[in-house]
């Protein structure tokens, strides 16, 4: 069982810059980024491999980074340039396959608990 922590969410205005982090309490492989507006269902935003290498949704791209720090089990979403159609709950997720980086929900066993991000001028 992975516990994960989210944080670094909060109110932006566009154009404007948040960095989420997500602590896992255990090694962790792919990691996905996942949020959810209201009435809308959870869509998928970004993951990382176990070797680094990335995936992101067409409407982020060029804009949302995804990292990892092993050392401190810690995975993060730099977003930039944000949108009011950023604003939902961003959810980090432990993937259940160590390489591939998968877009569904199914694809994800441990999910932390959210962190709210709305941008608004």
């Known amino acids: 069982h992975v516990q994960l922590v989210e944080s670094g969410g909060g109110l932006a205005q566009p154009g404007g810059s948040l960095r989420l982090s997500c602590v896992a309490s255990?090694?962790?492989?792919?990691m996905g980024w996942f949020r959810q507006a209201p009435g809308q269902e959870r869509e998928f935003v970004a993951g990382?491999?176990?070797?680094?290498?990335?995936m992101y949704a067409d409407y982020v791209k060029g804009r949302f980074a995804a990292s990892r720090d092993y050392a401190k089990s810690t995975v993060y979403l730099q977003m930039n340039n944000l949108k009011p159609e950023d604003t939902g709950i961003y959810y980090c997720a432990h993937g259940r396959n160590m390489w591939e980086i998968e877009a569904s929900v199914g694809a994800y066993n441990y999910w932390g608990q959210g962190t709210q991000v709305t941008v608004a001028s």
């Open positions: 990382i491999n176990w070797s680094d290498g990335t």
């Open positions: 255990a090694r962790t492989g792919t």
